[in-house]
């Protein structure tokens, strides 16, 4: 039995030296760094506030309009800033909301709540972010010949009592009438509206006219289409609210006159889809600029 004896001597001792070499070995090694916590991520930037900006009205029912109009785009989009502004004659300004939103720190997309590239979208609003150097902003596109535009207008005739009916009638047409301006794109716009609107009702004849600054006006339009044997004649009131140009064009209807667009869902989601092309597009030039 001294054999086995002897071997399990030897090892035990191999065992013990390893393990004092490795003791001495690990007693030269440096400190372990105390742990230190996971990073905290940054804080995730808030979404640029939603600035809708429209014109203004001393009608009172103007403000009051475009308010109900941004809750139903408060609703579709929740937790969303959402502010309204307006260029002239109701308060909130457009440059005091600016001013806010600076001293905020907060970046902002302004929609124009304006329905073609007239002298307020290509010159009043970039005017208005320029006296504001420290805001990240952008203009979004005016309204424009969109679905959701052509959509509101269409339910809008049809609550005023257009029908299916008068979209194949020979006697039947419509007046588009909006503000007006002397920019020719304004006017190119509002006549792709009338043509996408003509074919939503059904081939019907759709003449823009204008309240001011070109023409034809509403009266005249009337006429034009009532030479060509169209006598019965709606008004579709291409304005955001209630005011005088709106009153002034449903006052010309030979027959109905459809209601402003104001808080229509389609418009809130246009109002919504503008807002979020203007985002995409600032994403896009943000990458381009790191590459």
Not at 49 to 64: C, E, K, N, Q
Not at 166 to 186: E, F, I, W
Request: glycine residues 8%; aromatic residues 2%.
């Amino acid at each position: 039995m001294t054999e086995p004896d002897s071997t399990y001597a030897t090892a035990a001792g191999l065992l013990g030296r390893i393990t004092e070499q490795l003791g001495e070995q690990l007693g030269h090694l440096p400190p372990r760094p105390p742990l230190t916590p996971p990073a905290t991520p940054p804080a995730t930037r808030p979404a640029p506030t939603l600035v809708a900006v429209g014109h203004g009205s001393r009608d009172p029912r103007a403000r009051a309009t475009l308010a109900r109009l941004l809750e139903r785009v408060r609703e579709l989009r929740p937790g969303l800033d959402v502010r309204l502004a307006h260029i002239e004659l109701n308060t909130p300004l457009l440059d005091a909301t600016l001013a806010e939103l600076a001293a905020e720190g907060r970046d902002a997309v302004l929609v124009p709540l304006l329905f073609a590239p007239g002298h307020h979208v290509t010159h009043d609003l970039p005017a208005a972010l320029a006296a504001v150097p420290g805001l990240r902003a952008r203009v979004a596109e005016p309204l424009g010949a969109h679905p959701l535009l052509v959509e509101a207008l269409a339910d809008r005739l049809a609550h005023a009592g257009w029908t299916p009916e008068d979209g194949t009638s020979q006697a039947a047409a419509v007046v588009l009438a909006s503000a007006g301006s002397r920019d020719p794109r304004s006017g190119a716009e509002l006549r792709r509206i009338a043509a996408r609107l003509g074919e939503r009702l059904g081939g019907v004849p759709v003449v823009p006219a204008y309240a001011s600054a070109a023409a034809p006006t509403v009266a005249e339009a009337v006429r034009a289409l009532a030479a060509r044997g169209r006598h019965r004649i709606a008004v579709a009131s291409c304005f955001t609210a209630p005011g005088l140009f709106a009153t002034r064009a449903a006052a010309d209807a030979p027959w109905i006159a459809s209601a402003p667009l104001g808080a229509h869902p389609a418009l809130a989601r246009l109002v919504l889809h503008r807002y979020d092309r203007a985002l995409r597009a600032t994403t896009r030039e943000r990458e381009l600029a790191t590459v």
